[in-house]
């Protein structure tokens, strides 16, 4: 009886990815929602305006994509990140850099929260396919201007599965749980911010 019941805990324990979304969906949904209301993809000024968030969120991730530890659990990490390709996709439809507002940083974060705030970047290239059609209704395409929202070699359902098989591996206490849970929130506030900075 012991022993079953152990089984039956183990069964009934969910995964990280699953109480990430348990735990974000509201917060995800509203901001989608949010930069939907923008038209970010009315014109190329509209989405260059889309570009300058997607920008200012990936600089501040940037330093995750080469943490050591994180690259010891997903072993294409560095790969994985986009923020080269956002600055090209700027380029692209001419926008200067140097121009461009990148007044939030991250503020370092433990290894837990880091979880969370990979899988909102990561989950944000899941669902990219909708947002690519978008642009290129206005021209773009993965080798102009928004090849930060082109899927990765391998697809994008096998890039997910990948990373969320690696994720769902590690071992969190309840306490870190909360604050990998909070990580995740933390990472669509910040985006959230963005937006209401960069959309006035």
Same mark, same amino acid.
């Given at each position: ?24 969906? /509201? ?9 939907? /209301?923008?038209?970010? +993809? ?14 200012? +969120? ?20 560095? /790969? ?88 769902? /591996? ?28 960069? +959309?006035?």
């Amino acid at each position: 009886m012991i022993a079953d019941q152990h089984v039956n805990n183990e069964i009934n324990t969910p995964s990280l990815t699953t109480l990430f979304k348990l735990n974000t969906t /509201t917060i995800h949904d509203n901001l989608d929602k949010t930069i939907m /209301t923008k038209r970010p +993809f009315a014109s190329l000024d509209r989405y260059a305006l889309f570009l300058e968030v997607q920008y200012r +969120f990936h600089l501040a991730i940037a330093p995750l994509y080469s943490d050591t530890n994180l690259s010891r659990l997903v072993s294409d990490l560095p /790969t994985r990140q986009r923020l080269s390709h956002l600055e090209q996709d700027l380029r692209d439809i001419n926008v200067d850099l140097s121009e461009v507002t990148t007044s939030v940083n991250l503020v370092p974060v433990d290894y837990p929260a880091s979880l969370g705030w990979l899988y909102v970047s990561e989950g944000s290239n899941l669902g990219a396919e909708y947002l690519l059609k978008a642009a290129k209704r206005i021209g773009l395409s993965e080798e102009f201007g928004a090849s930060h929202l082109a899927p990765a070699t391998i697809g994008r359902g096998q890039s997910w599965q990948d990373f969320t098989t690696a994720l769902n /591996t590690v071992e969190l206490t309840k306490e870190q749980q909360t604050l990998a849970i909070n990580g995740a929130r933390d990472a669509f506030s910040l985006v959230r911010s963005a937006v209401d900075c960069v +959309f006035v």
